[in-house]
């Protein structure tokens, strides 16, 4: 499991410090995100929660450098995150293969040089090196995320975005996914921003559990506990309720469409 | 022989168990008097007609300039197509400026263009190339066009933060993306190259296919007209085997065509 360290030889690992000074965010008339101050320590496992159409989405986005913000900066460490833009990489709330590429060759999307032997490893890290050669098709929707997750760990990333990974996936692949996620970020000691709604799936893998609520910071809470979490522990389901009280406290917005992708005729400006 | 293989052969042969049924009823049907020769010939009499042009060679001077009529309007009308659904699909300017004029040229219906291409090309190989290539275009233009513009808007996204962009962009995501639909392009396309063939050359030609049915025609031979016509046929049934076989190959990623390629 130590493959991956091989990849990037030369480069220092570990995290990138984060600063999220004052973020604001709107599209249209409606503002998304209404100030948001938050200060992410090289390596810390950062899971965000919240309701639909909270805003935690459009955070990540705006830290994938995939919208840019309305006001606010965005820092790593000293300097501006577009600086460190090859250090982060975002995994999807799909799998986002490229149906067209075996496995393999999705993962090593966007190398160049001989990056082959680099891919067969980043596969065999997340338990797949069997299905290189395999078109995506073929695999189910666990396996996909696997890949994805090989494809953005390839990179040698220093900040990781997952964006409700595994939101699609069974109960059992899903924590399955969470101690691969864990056991690769305790490796590799790079910051990690978990945004999920699932606040149990927060709480047993984060260090730290950052609750936004229409656009604002609402909660932030340091979760002290040893790893590895054993499931279903007293100590979880306490900090689970905790925040949950919290969310269940508010009552639900009206629901707006959240911010997704590009509509498809956003396509044209491609190129 | 054991049982699968036997399952396979039956399987194999059985797309070809009407045509041949139907053959033998046609032979039955002129051998007995039912159907006059004069006006459908018996297959075996085609056959013989088709043998003796066959033994002569000039079946192949037709068949050959026929052939390259197709070929080269097919690449000059579907290369256009190819090259401007590109354009519309890929720029809002492109879009902007081309797609209603093209949308607009599409709905002439090309065949009725005919005396006009007479009076510019007169009945020379240049009039046909150039229906052929007016008959091509549009469907792969569309194809190509539409192919491009329903390229998923999220893989698009996901390469570019893996650092895609410009002509990788094209080639590795959106060019694969648009592909199944151009391919669709490329089967109407060929069905209309040969279309628009056979009227050109049974207008005006003084060789090809059509013509070698026009003449036979003059001179009632119609064991030559129906030969002119299978031919057709069977070189509409050659280019879509080709069509398929390019799917089978650039698409074999596609769950669709796997099940297909297994099937078969």
Known sequence: MTALHNIRQGIPPGGVPLAIENIEKSFGERQVLKGIDLHIPAGQFVAVVGRSGCGKSTLLRLLAGLDQPSGGQLLAGNGSLNAVREDIRLMFQDSRLLPWKRVIDNVGLGLSGNWRKQAEEALAAVGLADRANEWPAALSGGQKQRVALARALIHRPRLLLLDEPLGALDALTRIEMQQLIERLWQQHGFTVLLVTHDVAEAVAVADRVILIEDGQIGLDLDVQLVRPRPHGSPLLAALEARVLDRVLAQPELPTPPEPVSPLPTQLRWAL | ???????????????????????????????????????????????????????????????????????????????????????????????????????????????????????????????????????????????????????????????????????????????????????????????????????AETISASSGIGYLAMNAREFLQTDVVVLAILLYAVLGKLADVAARGLERVWLRWHPAYQAKAGGQ
């Open chain 2, 1 to 199: 022989m054991s049982n699968t293989t036997l399952h396979k052969l039956a399987l194999r042969a059985a797309p070809w168990a009407l045509p041949l049924g139907l053959l033998a009823a046609w032979q039955l049907a002129v051998a007995s008097g039912w159907l006059s020769s004069r006006i459908l010939p018996a297959p075996s009499a085609v056959l013989a007609a088709g043998w003796e042009l066959l033994a002569s060679g000039e079946i192949w001077q037709h068949l050959a300039i026929s052939g390259q009529r197709a070929g080269i309007g097919f690449a000059i009308g579907g290369g256009i197509g190819l090259l401007l659904g590109f354009i519309t699909g890929l720029s809002k300017w492109g879009e902007c400026f081309l797609d209603s004029s093209v949308q607009m040229i599409r709905n002439v219906p090309h065949l009725a263009l005919i005396p006009l291409v007479i009076l510019w090309f007169g009945i020379d190989e240049a009039a046909k190339v150039f229906l052929v290539a007016l008959g091509t275009l549009f469907p792969i233009y569309l194809n190509t066009y539409h192919g491009i513009r329903n390229v998923d808007p999220a893989l698009v996204e996901m390469a570019r933060s893996y650092g895609l962009s410009g002509f990788s962009l094209f080639r590795q995501v959106i060019l694969p993306g648009a592909l199944p639909s151009i391919l669709v392009g490329v089967r109407f396309a060929l069905g209309f190259m040969w279309l628009t063939l056979i009227v």
